[in-house]
């Protein structure tokens, strides 16, 4: 069994029934809020085959199997279910391998009453290349809540797995979490506790994201006494079958699946068009080119990403005619490859 979060905090504001549509849905997005939705996806056929049991679920994601191995995370009982790095921080306590569906979901569901089961893992895997077969009975239809989720939406994916911990992390974009068997509890920070959780190595990371070094079941606060900072500042999601989960992006979350058998479907969108780059490539690239300046110029340099990139964007460029404002006016296609040719260019030299 793993070791259960000992994170208390704010439950999470809840809404019954279906998710909201048109601007209903913009309402959510602009509260900038994590939010439930009971039941939303209560009529999904794998929702209702894990009601009926975890063989029954087994066999709806049988059924909708492409044959492409997935990517499995495996590690022994002692972890407590928490994927995570080797105490000395030179490693990984858990090992990866590609494995088939079927034997898989034999050995989930044969592990279902173990005392003390291996911790088994199956990550993000995309829907339509693992699981083409489950269909819109099993699956959310996105246009028909909002047209930017049909515009700039991401492809769904699945998680599975048994009693697993996901350390705290943040993603870059939006997620609407449905939780289709089992349960799963959520622990939320904003992004402005950042610092109060103590962020791992930027690479190499447990999952492919910044984690942090707190353990959540017996938080160390000799270590990291700033974590009880983050603890009081804590929403709590708890999520049963059916219950879909929306937070916006670069919310830390620790999330922990509770039942032998669980499966997670998630869909993260993007609130801009593809051609805007990750931020997280000016963040490494300002740590290579900012953080060893002298603090006034560290200084400098901030009033001048205020002004140019975190401010008004109309009061950088109102004053200019629109034929000089260049990369200062509207985004575009075409201003966004000019951008990237241009940083590229600068990179080389």
């Known amino acids: 069994m793993n070791a259960r979060s000992t994170v208390t905090g704010t439950p999470v504001d809840e809404h019954n029934g279906p998710l909201p549509v048109g601007s209903n849905w913009e309402d959510v997005v602009s509260a900038d809020r994590p939010v ?23 066999a709806v994601l049988r059924a909708a199997w492409s044959g492409n191995e997935l990517v499995v995370y495996r590690s022994e009982p002692e972890i407590g279910g928490r994927f995570f790095y ?10 990866g391998t590609r494995e088939p569906l079927p034997a898989l979901l034999d050995e989930l569901l044969a592990l279902s009453d173990a005392a003390a089961a291996p911790a088994i893992y199956v990550g993000s895997s995309d ?3 693992f699981f083409p077969g489950l269909d819109a009975h099993s699956a959310l239809d996105l246009g028909a809540i909002h047209p930017m989720l049909a515009e700039h939406a991401g ?17 870059a974009s939006p997620n609407i979490a449905v939780c289709a068997v089992g349960h799963r509890r959520f622990t939320l920070f904003p992004p402005e506790q950042i610092s109060n959780l103590y962020p791992g190595p930027l690479e190499p990371t447990p999952g492919g994201q910044v984690v942090s070094m707190v353990d959540f079941a017996g938080p160390d606060l000799t270590r990291y006494p700033r974590f009880s900072e983050a603890a009081r500042q804590a929403l709590i999601a708890e999520l049963g079958p059916g219950d879909v989960l929306v937070y916006p992006a670069l919310w830390w979350h620790h999330v922990e699946a509770l039942d ?28 290579g080119s900012l953080r ?14 205020e002004h140019y ?25 075409t201003v966004a490859r000019r951008l990237r040719t241009s940083v590229a260019r600068l990179l080389q030299r």
């Not at 492809?155 to 697993?164: A, D, I, Y």
């Not at 002298?294 to 001048?304: G, H, I």
């Open 36 to 58: 439930i939705f009971r039941g939303a996806a209560a009529d999904w056929a794998l929702v209702q085959a894990g009601l009926a049991g975890p063989d029954q679920a087994a």
């Open 86 to 95: 080797t105490d000395a921080v030179d490693g990984f306590n858990f090992t």
């Open 127 to 129: 829907l339509k290349t």
């Open 155 to 171: 492809l769904g994916s699945l998680w599975l797995g048994n009693r697993t911990v996901a350390s705290c992390h943040f993603d």
């Open 260 to 287: 032998p058998f669980n499966v997670l479907v998630n869909y993260w969108w993007n609130a801009v068009p593809a051609y805007v780059d990750s931020p997280q490539t000016t963040l490494l690239h300002a740590l």
């Open 292 to 305: 060893s300046r002298p603090a006034s110029e560290r200084a400098a340099w901030r009033a001048l990403f």
């Open 309 to 333: 990139v975190f401010g008004d964007t109309d009061l950088a460029s109102s004053h200019l005619p629109p034929r000089a404002q260049g990369p200062l006016g509207p985004m575009t296609d």
